[in-house]
């Protein structure tokens, strides 16, 4: 039964996204029953009769299917145009109905986004003012012309308000408002400030005691001396204080030696593959944040990407590498920014601070390649190795998941290759994921070895979720759309305490995979 449901999900199944955080104004299927809208009888909205194409092959639903981070010039215009969810009823209706429908969904205020129908045009909806109009006097349908002149201007109005608004809502990329210590936030508590104070005292030493920096790194950095301490947790800088401005100084020109040695070779017929690749991949990098799509900060990455890519000729340049500069980018501009990252304008930072956080991004993100390199060479053994490994600690750690995922065949490489390959960065906000790195900064193997425990906690996260499953579409789908994006601190915080028991509980897991 499982096999032929299986067969059946790839041979029939009609477009779905395969996103893991929500495309804002796309179309998505309802992650969790829990968070479908219900609505009264009288104010359900009516739905387009829509027929979709199905796929007749693996290949073809493959074509069909699209990602937050695979999106194409179409579906980049569903951003342009009006919000997918617009009510049909009558203006005087509205605002009750919209009431009702939040009463029932709490879930409609943690930023999980949910489509309804597609959007109706202007026309659609004054046509269905007008029909509720219409009066009936004696089996005769009068209108009342004074009446939907009203309420057309209403309805026109209102649908003018909707085009005119956010399409989709701002996620702040550091961590939730009250996370924050920047300008605007809350005032420290009094834990919060002996935390940054103990940071500053260790940084401003002569030698810092880096065992001692990773021991209060691993509950997560303040925002202040996040940028100084991943340098130093990644080896990018020395222990040393005297030293740092020289060796910084140093490393920063030599970076910038390779552009000048290299980067013109780009268009070469040896490299021009690789740097083509790169150029189709920067703009799917977090392409909902708007620090992203701009033309400077995609120069920044190309350069970045390639350069370490002819660096490495063992593994060149592999989808998903785009993915793990953004963190570092991030955490060096805030350095330069109070004011909400995710809309900064880079261009307006000197040139030299601009040509800093570059080179500082590339020196970081190529000491965290150096330990998971073999994720990247190829046939990608490290990623192989490591969902195996993920699939055995599973085993131990949960038999009910394990046995779910056979009952229904769920290859764990479905769905954990991607948790591997990116370092779950498709899975979390990216918010939340500087704050996981915080933590794999202050471990000794973090994102080699401790990630594997990351993971397996993720995944028993969603058990009862998975366990409610009972079909492979439906398995895999969960999978590959965890509702995460309301998830902050705290979140990632209870995930990395509960990775923490694993890795010690079952520390000799794995045998195959610590060596």
């Given at each position: 039964m499982a096999t032929?449901?299986?067969?059946?999900?790839?041979?029939?199944?009609?477009?779905?996204?395969?996103?893991?955080?929500?495309?804002?104004?796309?179309?998505?299927?309802?992650?969790?029953?829990?968070?479908?809208?219900?609505?009264?009888?009288?104010?359900?909205?009516?739905?387009?009769?829509?027929?979709?194409?199905?796929?007749?092959?693996?290949?073809?639903?493959?074509?069909?299917?699209?990602?937050?981070?695979?999106?194409?010039?179409?579906?980049?215009?569903?951003?342009?145009?009006?919000?997918?969810?617009?009510?049909?009823?009558?203006?005087?209706?509205?605002?009750?109905?919209?009431?009702?429908?939040?009463?029932?969904?709490?879930?409609?205020d943690t930023g999980v986004?949910?489509?309804?129908?597609?959007?109706?045009?202007?026309?659609?909806?004054?046509?269905?003012?007008?029909e509720e109009e219409c009066e009936q006097v004696n089996g005769k349908v009068v209108k009342s012309s004074s009446d939907a002149h009203l309420n057309t201007s209403s309805v026109r109005s209102t649908l003018q308000k909707q085009q005119s608004l956010p399409v989709r809502p701002i996620i702040p990329l550091v961590a939730r408002i009250s996370d924050q210590n920047a300008s605007g936030a809350p005032p420290m508590t009094v834990r919060e400030k002996s935390r940054l104070d103990k940071f500053k005292q260790l940084l401003a030493s002569p030698n810092t005691d880096l065992e001692e920096l990773r021991k209060h790194s691993w509950s997560g950095m303040p925002r202040e001396v996040r940028p100084i301490t991943w340098r130093l947790l990644s080896g990018y800088l020395p222990a040393n204080k005297e030293r740092r401005e020289l060796v910084l100084n140093r490393k920063r020109e030599e970076y910038f030696g390779f552009i000048e040695q290299y980067y013109h070779s780009r268009t070469d017929e040896h490299y021009k593959d690789t740097y083509r690749q790169i150029h189709i991949d920067i703009p799917r990098t977090n392409p909902l944040i708007p620090l992203f799509q701009q033309p400077v900060v995609q120069e920044v990455f190309e350069r970045i990407l390639f350069i370490w890519a002819i660096r490495h000729p063992a593994s060149g340049y592999v989808q998903g590498i785009n993915d793990l500069v953004t963190p570092f980018f991030v955490v060096f501009l805030s350095e330069f920014v109070t004011e909400d990252v995710e809309n900064f304008d880079v261009a307006a930072l000197p040139l030299d601070t601009q040509r800093n956080i570059e080179a500082d991004s590339f020196w970081c993100m190529s000491k965290l390649l150096d330990g998971i390199q073999d994720n990247y060479t190829f046939a990608q053994p490290g990623i192989q190795n490591k969902v195996k490994a993920l699939e055995e600690l599973v085993s131990r750690i949960d038999e009910d998941i394990h046995?779910?995922?056979?009952?229904?065949?769920?290859?764990?490489?479905?769905?954990?290759?991607?948790?591997?390959?990116?370092?779950?960065?498709?899975?979390?906000?990216?918010?939340?994921?500087?704050?996981?790195?915080?933590?794999?900064?202050?471990?000794?193997?973090?994102?080699?070895?401790?990630?594997?425990?990351?993971?397996a906690a993720?995944?028993?996260?969603?058990?009862?979720?998975?366990?409610?499953?009972?079909?492979?579409?439906?398995?895999?789908?969960?999978?590959?759309?965890?509702?995460?994006?309301?998830?902050?601190?705290?979140?990632?915080?209870?995930?990395?305490?509960?990775?923490?028991?694993?890795?010690?509980?079952f520390a000799d897991a794995p045998s195959h995979y610590k060596r």
């Open positions: 032929e449901n299986r067969i059946n999900f790839w041979r029939r199944n009609a477009k779905v996204p395969g996103s893991v955080q929500p495309v804002y104004g796309a179309q998505h299927p309802p992650l969790d029953p829990r968070l479908r809208r219900t609505y009264p009888k009288d104010t359900k909205p009516k739905f387009n009769n829509l027929k979709s194409k199905k796929a007749s092959s693996f290949h073809e639903f493959a074509r069909s299917t699209n990602d937050a981070w695979d999106i194409d010039d179409e579906e980049d215009q569903d951003f342009l145009g009006p919000p997918a969810q617009t009510s049909s009823l009558p203006s005087g209706l509205h605002s009750t109905s919209t009431q009702n429908q939040e009463q029932q969904n709490p879930a409609t986004s949910h489509t309804l129908a597609p959007a109706r045009t202007e026309a659609q909806s004054l046509q269905d003012v007008q046995n779910h995922f056979k009952k229904y065949e769920v290859e764990y490489l479905q769905f954990a290759f991607r948790w591997m390959n990116n370092l779950l960065m498709r899975e979390l906000p990216l918010r939340c994921t500087i704050r996981l790195w915080d933590t794999y900064q202050a471990e000794a193997e973090g994102f080699s070895h401790f990630h594997l425990y990351v993971c993720f995944l028993i996260e969603w058990r009862r979720e998975i366990l409610s499953m009972v079909d492979f579409q439906g398995l895999l789908m969960l999978l590959q759309n965890l509702p995460t994006i309301h998830w902050g601190n705290e979140e990632v915080g209870l995930l990395l305490a509960e990775a923490y028991r694993l890795k010690y509980m």
